[in-house]
């Protein structure tokens, strides 16, 4: 699975919009039933407009009915030779999306990988819990 998924990350790259930051990356999140749902990062010239890929996938899935904790686990390509992790936004929101078991596979280009559970990218989350 692994080899299969970083051709499909390899090929969504080229979907990334990222002309200020020359920075393409690319996420595929694998539900619980096996649907897969890809993103890229999608820049704007105003930077906080801008959608990071992870977040871009998982929103993905969410539109199309899923719910949190559907999610199975998700991978992370950055258009780099050494492997890149997720920005703390995106580790906020695959947080809530995600058990704390589920993996989160960060790849480089050239087919180095880690892989982490949730728990361990986001040792001490913000919840639903601290805002009660």
Do not use: W
Not at 3 to 12: A, D, H, S, T, V
Not at 89 to 108: G, H, P, T, W, Y
């Amino acid at each position: 699975m692994v080899i299969e998924m970083e051709e499909k990350l390899l090929k969504l790259l080229s979907n990334s919009y990222s002309p200020y930051s020359k920075f393409r990356v690319a996420s595929i999140v694998v539900m619980k039933d096996g649907k897969e749902f890809g993103g890229v990062n999608v820049e704007n010239a105003s930077y906080g407009a801008t959608i990071c890929a992870e977040r871009n996938a998982m929103f993905k899935a969410i539109s199309e009915g899923y719910k949190p904790h559907d999610f199975e686990s998700i991978y992370i390509m950055c258009d780099t030779d050494h492997i890149s992790s997720c920005c703390f936004i995106c580790r906020q929101v695959i947080e809530e999306m995600f058990e704390a078991d589920k993996k989160v596979i960060l790849m480089s280009r050239n087919g180095d990988k880690k892989e982490y559970a949730v728990r361990d990218l986001c040792p001490v989350p913000f919840n639903s819990e601290d805002l009660k």
